[in-house]
């Protein structure tokens, strides 16, 4: 089971970025995926997860502005997201598993930095 992060960079504020988690070793199709991030000084944050079923779930802090997607084709799962805020500058973290905690294994993740 291996995850890799990518698309993070540095954005203007109420920009958009669009980051991808390729997955190899399993289907992302059969298993919940999510995303977390974590900056510096702050708490492991869950975001959003998207179920094998294809529902989906956000955070009250992404709601409204993440999207979570999955392309069965490439196997992998993305987050969109839009009106990007300095507040949302941290590490994001794709897991296959339902609720990501601080403790859950994880891939080298993805930087995003949102300032003017």
């Known amino acids: 089971v291996h995850v890799v992060e990518s698309g993070g960079g540095l954005v203007q504020p109420g920009g958009s970025l669009r980051v991808s988690c390729a997955a190899s070793g399993f289907t992302v199709s059969n298993s919940p995926m999510s995303w977390a991030r974590q900056a510096p000084g702050k708490g492991f944050e869950w975001l959003s997860t998207?179920?094998?079923?294809?529902?989906?779930y956000y955070s009250t802090s992404a709601k409204g502005r993440f999207i979570i997607s999955r392309d069965d084709a490439k196997n992998t799962v993305n987050l969109q997201m839009n009106d990007l805020k300095p507040e949302d500058t941290a590490v994001y973290y794709c897991?296959?598993?339902?609720?990501?905690?601080?403790?859950?294994?994880r891939g080298q993740g993805t930087q995003v930095t949102v300032s003017s």
């Open positions: 998207i179920a094998a079923s294809g529902s989906t």
């Open positions: 897991f296959n598993i339902a609720v990501p905690t601080f403790n859950s294994p």
